[in-house]
């Protein structure tokens, strides 16, 4: 493996400047199980690694004032998903974190790291983007906020520029009554990469035909994780057998796989279909039972 210096800096403003002077040299690391990884294998050659575990606020998990989650780009798989607060407000996303390859990984790797990764098969994303979460990006022109959904724009790419850095996601609080299921396809029952994955969440709307609200994002079926929205149109308006069945192939439709080693194409369009029916009939239980209590 090619070597490269390392360096632990202490504040934002110094964490951006290095990136600048070493342009395209420097690389962000956070848990480094994806970068190590990259490097080892000859996809990225930096001379210096830049390490964002010390930078202020990377290691906060807390609820702002406004009822959001905020999650520090540094904060572990394992801390969102045995965290009482995400577990109790924000399970959906506790259940991507859990799903994440081993414990032992999940000690290092970042929700973070996760999101700039920027890989269709992130676990933590499709529950991130049912919650419609917002990136915090600093850079050397100040602060800026991006919808996750906008963050990432291709596989392995971000919006971030030049000397910017992601310091937190904040995921604002679900609708009362909301309930949500993540349901990973891996090679084996636990610790793989998701062949692919589906995020339901759900929540009661009175104002709606069917009385609930609905969203649905697949991971792995596409060049990123994606919303499937003529799915979520269809539960809005009906969440009978008939229509549960019509939103589970309507988010097959907007599945785009491809073959690849893990899975053919054909085989990941309809697992889409199965565990999308599968999670709604699982979120539809759920909201029921909550209401009967
Ligand atoms: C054996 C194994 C199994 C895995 N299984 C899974 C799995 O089941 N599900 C899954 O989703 N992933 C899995 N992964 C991938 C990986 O563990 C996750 O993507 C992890 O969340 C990455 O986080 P990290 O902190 O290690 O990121 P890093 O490797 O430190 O960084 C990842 C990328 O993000 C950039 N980056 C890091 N922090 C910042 C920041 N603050 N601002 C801007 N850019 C930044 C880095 O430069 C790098 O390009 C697996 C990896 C391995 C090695």
Not at 99 to 125: E, H, K, M
Request: net charge neutral.
């Amino acid at each position: 493996m090619q070597p490269f210096d390392y360096v632990k800096p202490n504040s934002l403003e110094e964490a951006s400047a290095l990136l600048i002077e070493h342009n395209g040299d420097a690389r962000l690391m956070a848990g480094m199980t994806d970068l190590l990884i990259r490097i080892e294998r000859g996809f990225f050659h930096p001379r210096l690694v830049v390490d964002v575990k010390a930078l202020p606020g990377m290691r906060d998990l807390l609820v702002v004032r406004n009822g959001d989650l905020r999650i520090g780009a540094a904060v572990t798989m394992n801390e969102v998903a045995l965290s009482p607060t995400a577990r109790s407000g924000w399970p959906l996303l506790a259940e991507g974190c859990q799903s994440v390859a081993s414990y032992q990984l999940r000690n290092r790797a970042t929700v973070g790291g996760n999101v700039c990764n920027a890989s269709p098969a992130a676990d933590s994303v499709p529950a991130l983007l049912c919650y419609e979460a917002s990136v915090h990006i600093f850079g050397t022109d100040g602060d800026r906020t991006l919808p996750l959904a906008e963050f990432i724009t291709g596989p392995g790419r971000t919006a971030l520029q030049r000397g910017e850095l992601v310091t937190a996601i904040t995921v604002p609080a679900p609708a009362r009554g909301a309930a949500g299921k993540f349901l990973k396809l891996g090679r084996t029952a636990v610790g793989d990469i998701s062949v692919m994955n589906v995020a339901v969440l759900g929540w009661p709307d009175k104002a709606t035909p069917s009385g609930s609200q609905w969203r649905i994002a697949l991971g792995s079926v596409a060049p990123t994780v994606i919303r499937a929205p003529e799915a979520e149109r269809i539960l809005a308006a009906n969440t009978s057998m008939a229509g549960i069945e019509a939103a589970a192939q309507a988010a097959s439709d907007a599945s785009r796989p491809i073959d690849d080693i893990r899975a053919t194409a054909a085989y990941r369009r309809d697992m889409v279909r199965v565990l999308t029916r599968r999670g709604v009939e699982g979120v539809l239980a759920e909201i029921g039972e909550q209401a009967n209590r």
